[in-house]
């Protein structure tokens, strides 16, 4: 990193190194780029400004000085010229006197949001940067630069004085104003200081005094009477006016805050009103979300907090030490006793290490001295009596992303979903976000979100001075890390490879894969929860979920790695989701059906991470996984199913054919039901011949349904009902006649169907399988449109799709409301367009292809009928090339016989 110094003598250091630069013409060109740091110069204006008189300034001469420079500074690529001009790459923040004008200007905004503490530290560490004279390496061309730097020199001095009056600070400031305005003697606004400085000092007399002279003076001098501001106050010194009263100071060791708290106001205002009503109040969360700040903020409200600093304490008795040395009047000897008259708050600052020392000590200050407060900052409870837990969450999105937009160093656009992804990504951790931002000096948001796959190279601020475990994401959680006992380090290791969090069962399954206990899982779960490093939530069906922050899986799956535990991880979550698959494909066809696909949809990205894995160690495994959970798929119409089935069984080749038989007939199935018939076929014809053929005939009875062959459709389910009833298989007889009644339906034979759907009704019912009873009930919907009673249909429908959505079933959920939708249609209700629209959307949610043409076909039949035959021949002309592309099937004849109308002028619907 490059750092220039022009204030005082130049000085240039890079990456801590000091690089000699040539004194002259070559000094007072770096100075002059830097003071445009990281923006171009033109070769003509430096010509003009360093060779003001025109003597040897040519474009040789400065290309001569430019090379020096490079030379001195070890690095050609930090003076970049493109042909016109010249430019130092150096941030702003890096040249001193440019650090020092934006230090005057935040002191000024700090002291005017009343940030007291903020503009005094802001004003100082500006007051710091300057030398007796301004930029003595330049000529005459900074002339400009030496008024402006001159300005903010008495900006940071006049507007430090007045944060710290607001501060409390009276009697300290009277000599140093004394200075000011003997130094100044025309401004006003030292004036001003000095006289509310003396008054505030008890020096009421001193203060009108002091007045008169400035009168006098600037009467003399410039001819003038005092400005309102000064004018005002010598009204107010007169009266005793009771706003000049001495401020209380607050006492402490807090340190100022030098950018503005974001996204935390309600968790601010709720810790100090716990302060108020508990004496120990413990801020608890992961690393990196903020506990250190939140608690100085809140100390801030104290008139006494002194803050404690732990994290490189280790012992009790260091506890002790750092104590005393942070609040005065303390003693080794007696610490409780030497606080027993105090009223203060004191602020505890990295207990998790040392949480039962720290909560000895607390103990006994507690009982001793009655009015002394703690506020602790911990990755876990201290566990007292009375101690109030204030647990503080990462920020909330839009919080996270005002963060990093105040943290960002560019000016470059991100577009707000980069910001949004980066934004998750890091889990709304404070710390990683402001790391993120600090990377925007060299990078644009889209490629910090690329490279977050390596989030512990990438965000670590190489700049600051802070420890290592401030400065990176990597040193911060690693803390955590580094204390947990080799039990709950591999708590962590059994929670990283599940990338969307895992149910108890499945974390005590990979714990004793582990090598611990079976029964010890809870323990450690509970242990890493109260650490902060694990949080417990609910999936969508409320059952208890245990989840890692992003940061914190990776650091987990880095840390398992490098034990040589994480295959070993892996190969016990595919063990896992084996034996959860097993339940599933024994339960998915009875009373628990709901329940087991909606436990399905929650485990959708850990069976994922099961079948990546068992794919490469054990195919066979992976295809078995496919296959028992193809039928909970087929419930949730989940739309990647066909191709799980189908990478499963071409990994496979060795696994037994049973396998591969029952995997492609699923396959074809879910072909089927996405849409894309072709595909559908190919999968039901590799089937070979050797297995259970009513099995086969059932599945081609639904494609031949799905592909509008249907008479073919009802041999083929006629013919495997009745074996099924031989065979006394209920499940596989009662599907068979419903989907047989969808059949007879779409032949005309409602009386029939009607029969088919009742023996459904009465073979699945007693057996508890809802996807049957819901699609009998949208069967008898069919019927009832067929026979011409719609408001019987939408009847039927309805009911079918609120218990299509109860169970979780959402492809089966936007295709009864399709149906309710054309039924209300026909029975010539308002609402019926919208109710299709509806069906349009969940469609698309459910990535239902098929369905999605069929509803744009009754769509344009309802835009027709209202007279938009534009509206209706856009809709259908999309349905009908969708159709055409897959293969026709159900609704394509309904789609041509549409459009076909619709281009004959003269036709009616």
């Not at 968790?267 to 009103?273: G, H, K, R, T, Y």
């Not at 009465?762 to 019927?783: C, F, K, N, Q, T």
């Given at each position: 990193?490059?750092?220039?110094?022009?204030?005082?003598?130049?000085?240039?250091?890079?990456?801590?190194?000091?690089?000699?630069?040539?004194?002259g013409?070559?000094?007072?060109?770096?100075?002059?780029?830097?003071?445009?740091?990281?923006?171009?110069?033109?070769?003509?204006?430096?010509l003009?400004?360093?060779?003001?008189?025109?003597?040897?300034?040519?474009?040789?001469?400065?290309q001569?000085?430019?090379?020096?420079?490079?030379?001195?500074?070890?690095?050609?690529?930090?003076?970049?010229?493109?042909?016109?001009?010249?430019?130092?790459?150096?941030?702003?923040?890096?040249?001193?006197?440019?650090?020092?004008?934006?230090?005057a200007?935040?002191?000024?905004?700090?002291?005017?949001?009343?940030?007291?503490?903020?503009?005094?530290?802001?004003?100082?560490?500006?007051?710091?940067?300057?030398?007796?004279?301004?930029?003595?390496?330049?000529?005459?061309?900074?002339?400009?630069?030496?008024?402006?730097?001159?300005?903010?020199?008495?900006?940071?001095?006049?507007?430090?004085?007045?944060?710290?009056?607001?501060?409390?600070?009276?009697?300290?400031?009277?000599?140093?104003?004394?200075?000011l305005?003997?130094?100044?003697?025309?401004?006003?606004?030292?004036?001003?200081?000095?006289?509310?400085?003396?008054?505030?000092s008890?020096?009421?007399?001193?203060?009108?005094?002091?007045?008169?002279?400035?009168?006098?003076?600037?009467?003399?001098?410039?001819?003038?009477?005092?400005?309102?501001?000064?004018?005002?106050?010598?009204?107010?010194?007169?009266?005793?006016?009771?706003?000049?009263?001495?401020?209380?100071?607050?006492?402490?060791?807090?340190?100022?805050?030098?950018?503005?708290?974001?996204?935390?106001?309600a968790?601010?205002?709720?810790?100090?009103?716990a302060?108020?009503?508990?004496?120990?109040?413990?801020?608890?969360?992961?690393?990196?979300?903020?506990?250190?700040?939140?608690?100085?903020?809140?100390?801030?409200?104290?008139?006494?907090?002194?803050?404690v600093?732990?994290?490189?304490?280790?012992?009790?008795?260091?506890?002790?030490?750092?104590?005393?040395?942070?609040?005065?009047?303390?003693?080794?000897?007696d610490?409780?006793?030497?606080?027993?008259?105090?009223?203060?708050?004191?602020?505890?600052?990295?207990?998790?290490?040392?949480?039962?020392?720290?909560?000895?000590?607390?103990?006994?200050?507690?009982?001793?001295?009655?009015?002394?407060?703690?506020?602790?900052?911990?990755?876990?409870?201290?566990?007292?009596?009375?101690?109030?837990?204030?647990?503080?969450?990462?920020?909330?999105d839009?919080?996270?992303?005002?963060l990093?937009?105040?943290?960002?160093?560019?000016?470059?656009?991100?577009?707000?979903?980069?910001?949004?992804?980066?934004?998750?990504?890091?889990?709304?951790?404070?710390?990683?976000?402001?790391?993120?931002?600090?990377?925007?000096?060299?990078?644009?948001?889209?490629?910090i979100?690329?490279?977050?796959?390596?989030?512990?190279?990438l965000?670590?601020?190489?700049?600051?001075?802070?420890?290592?475990?401030?400065?990176?994401?990597?040193?911060?959680?690693?803390?955590?890390?580094?204390?947990?006992?080799?039990?709950?380090?591999?708590?962590?290791?059994?929670?990283?490879?599940?990338?969307?969090?895992?149910?108890?069962?499945?974390?005590?399954?990979?714990?004793?894969?582990?090598?611990?206990?079976?029964?010890?899982?809870?323990?450690?779960?509970?242990?890493?929860?109260?650490?902060?490093?694990?949080?417990?939530?609910?999936?969508?069906?409320?059952?208890t979920?245990?989840?890692?922050?992003?940061?914190?899986?990776?650091?987990a799956?880095?840390?398992?790695?490098?034990?040589?535990?994480?295959?070993?991880?892996?190969?016990?979550?595919?063990?896992?989701?084996?034996?959860?698959?097993?339940?599933?494909?024994?339960?998915?066809?009875?009373?628990?059906?709901?329940?087991?696909?909606?436990?399905?949809?929650?485990?959708?990205?850990?069976?994922?991470?099961?079948?990546?894995?068992?794919?490469?160690h054990?195919p066979?495994?992976?295809?078995?996984?496919?296959?028992?959970?193809?039928?909970?798929?087929v419930?949730?119409?989940?739309?990647?199913?066909?191709?799980?089935?189908?990478?499963a069984?071409?990994?496979?080749?060795?696994?037994?054919?049973?396998?591969?038989?029952?995997?492609?007939l699923?396959?074809?199935w879910?072909?089927?039901?996405?849409?894309?018939?072709?595909?559908?076929?190919?999968?039901?014809?590799?089937?070979d011949?050797?297995?259970?053929?009513d099995?086969?005939?059932?599945?081609?009875?639904?494609?031949?349904?799905?592909?509008g062959?249907?008479?073919?459709?009802?041999?083929?389910?006629?013919?495997?009902?009745?074996?099924?009833?031989?065979?006394d298989?209920?499940?596989?007889?009662?599907?068979?006649?419903?989907?047989?009644?969808?059949?007879?339906v779409?032949?005309?034979?409602?009386?029939?169907?009607?029969?088919?759907?009742?023996?459904?009704i009465?073979?699945?019912?007693?057996?508890?399988?809802?996807?049957?009873?819901?699609?009998?009930?949208?069967?008898?919907?069919?019927?009832a449109?067929?026979?011409?009673?719609?408001?019987?249909?939408?009847?039927?429908h309805?009911?079918?799709?609120?218990?299509?959505?109860?169970?979780?079933?959402?492809?089966?959920a936007?295709?009864?409301?399709?149906?309710?939708?054309?039924?209300?249609?026909a029975?010539?209700d308002?609402?019926?367009?919208?109710?299709?629209?509806?069906?349009?959307?969940?469609?698309?949610?459910?990535?239902?292809?098929?369905?999605?043409?069929?509803?744009?076909?009754?769509?344009a039949?309802?835009?027709?009928?209202?007279?938009?035959?534009?509206?209706?021949?856009?809709?259908?002309?999309?349905?009908?090339?969708?159709?055409?592309?897959?293969?026709?099937?159900?609704?394509?004849?309904?789609?041509?016989?549409?459009?076909?109308?619709l281009?004959?002028?003269?036709?009616?619907?």
């Open positions: 990193m490059l750092t220039v110094a022009v204030l005082g003598p130049v000085v240039v250091r890079r990456d801590d190194v000091e690089a000699r630069v040539p004194r013409l070559t000094s007072a060109l770096l100075v002059r780029l830097a003071l445009d740091a990281g923006r171009p110069v033109r070769a003509e204006r430096l003009a400004e360093l060779w003001p008189d025109g003597s040897d300034g040519s474009p040789n001469a400065l001569a000085k430019v090379s020096q420079l490079r030379r001195a500074l070890g690095d050609a690529g930090l003076v970049r010229g493109d042909g016109t001009g010249y430019t130092l790459v150096v941030e702003p923040t890096a040249v001193d006197a440019l650090e020092a004008l934006r230090l200007e935040a002191g000024a905004q700090r002291l005017a949001a009343g940030d007291h503490a903020a503009a005094a530290t802001a004003c100082a560490a500006g007051s710091a940067l300057f030398s007796p004279e301004l930029l003595p390496g330049a000529g005459a061309w900074a002339l400009p630069w030496r008024t402006r730097l001159d300005e903010a020199r008495w900006q940071l001095a006049e507007t430090g004085a007045a944060a710290r009056l607001a501060l409390g600070e009276a009697a300290e400031l009277v000599g140093e104003l004394e200075t305005v003997a130094e100044g003697p025309l401004r006003e606004r030292a004036w001003t200081l000095l006289v509310t400085a003396l008054y505030r008890g020096r009421q007399a001193d203060a009108l005094a002091t007045l008169r002279r400035a009168t006098r003076l600037l009467s003399e001098e410039l001819g003038v009477d005092p400005g309102p501001e000064l004018a005002e106050l010598g009204r107010r010194v007169l009266t005793q006016d009771a706003d000049l009263a001495p401020v209380p100071r607050r006492r402490g060791n807090l340190p100022a805050a030098l950018s503005p708290l974001v996204g935390r106001d968790e601010l205002a709720a810790l100090v009103a302060l108020d009503d508990h004496r120990l109040v413990t801020v608890v969360g992961p690393g990196g979300v903020g506990k250190t700040r939140l608690a100085v903020e809140a100390a801030r409200t104290a008139d006494a907090a002194w803050l600093r732990l994290e490189g304490v280790t012992t009790s008795a260091g506890i002790t030490a750092a104590v005393i040395d942070a609040v005065p009047g303390t003693a080794a000897a610490l409780p006793g030497s606080l027993r008259g105090a009223d203060l708050l004191l602020v505890l600052d990295n207990c998790e290490h040392l949480a039962e020392a720290v909560a000895a000590v607390v103990g006994e200050l507690l009982a001793t001295a009655a009015r002394v407060r703690v506020l602790a900052t911990s990755q876990r409870p201290l566990g007292l009596d009375g101690e109030r837990v204030h647990a503080l969450e990462p920020l909330a839009d919080d996270a992303i005002a990093f937009t105040t943290r960002a160093t560019t000016d470059r656009p991100a577009s707000p979903r980069d910001v949004t992804r980066l934004c998750r990504a890091l889990d709304g951790l404070p710390l990683a976000i402001e790391l993120a931002a600090a990377r925007t000096r060299v990078l644009s948001v889209a490629e979100v690329e490279r977050l796959d390596d989030r512990f190279a965000l670590r601020d190489p700049a600051s001075t802070r420890p290592d475990r401030r400065r990176t994401l990597e040193g911060t959680l690693g803390w955590s890390y580094d204390l947990l006992s080799p039990d709950d380090r591999s708590g962590l290791w059994a929670l990283a490879p599940f990338p969307d969090g895992a149910a108890p069962a499945a974390v005590e399954h990979v714990l004793v894969g582990l090598g611990l206990p079976d029964g010890a899982g809870l323990d450690v779960v509970t242990r890493l929860v109260d650490r902060s490093l694990v949080t417990v939530g609910a999936d969508r069906n409320g059952s979920r245990y989840r890692l922050l992003h940061s914190v899986r990776a650091l799956a880095e840390r398992s790695a490098t034990a040589g535990a994480a295959g070993t991880a892996l190969d016990a979550l595919v063990d896992w989701v084996a034996g959860f698959a097993r339940d599933v494909a024994a339960q998915v066809r009875g009373p628990g059906q709901a329940g087991r696909v909606a436990a399905v949809a929650a485990e959708r990205a850990t069976v994922d991470t099961a079948l990546t894995r068992s794919a490469d054990d066979t495994t992976a295809l078995r996984i496919t296959v028992d959970l193809g039928w909970a798929w419930l949730l119409d989940d739309h990647d199913a066909a191709a799980r089935l189908r990478r069984r071409r990994s496979a080749p060795e696994a037994p054919a049973d396998l591969h038989r029952r995997a492609l699923l396959e074809s879910l072909e089927a039901m996405s849409g894309d018939l072709r595909a559908a076929r190919d999968a039901f014809d590799a089937v011949a050797d297995g259970d053929p099995a086969a005939r059932w599945f081609e009875g639904f494609l031949l349904l799905q592909e062959r249907l008479a073919a459709a009802l041999d083929a389910l006629e013919r495997c009902r009745r074996a099924y009833t031989a065979r298989l209920a499940w596989e007889e009662g599907a068979s006649a419903l989907l047989a009644a969808f059949v007879l779409a032949l005309g034979d409602t009386t029939a169907a009607r029969a088919a759907c009742d023996a459904a009465r073979l699945v019912g007693p057996l508890g399988d809802s996807w049957g009873l819901l699609h009998a009930e949208a069967a008898l919907g069919r019927i449109a067929a026979e011409g009673r719609h408001t019987d249909a939408a009847r039927h309805g009911h079918a799709a609120t218990s299509a959505r109860r169970l979780g079933f959402p492809g089966a936007a295709q009864h409301l399709a149906h309710l939708g054309r039924a209300q249609h029975a010539g308002p609402d019926a367009e919208a109710t299709l629209r509806q069906a349009v959307t969940e469609a698309e949610d459910a990535a239902d292809p098929r369905l999605l043409a069929q509803i744009r076909t009754w769509l039949e309802a835009a027709l009928a209202r007279g938009d035959r534009d509206a209706a021949r856009a809709l259908v002309e999309v349905a009908d090339a969708w159709f055409a592309e897959a293969g026709a099937g159900e609704g394509a004849d309904d789609a041509a016989r549409l459009l076909a109308s281009r004959t002028p003269s036709s009616t619907p």
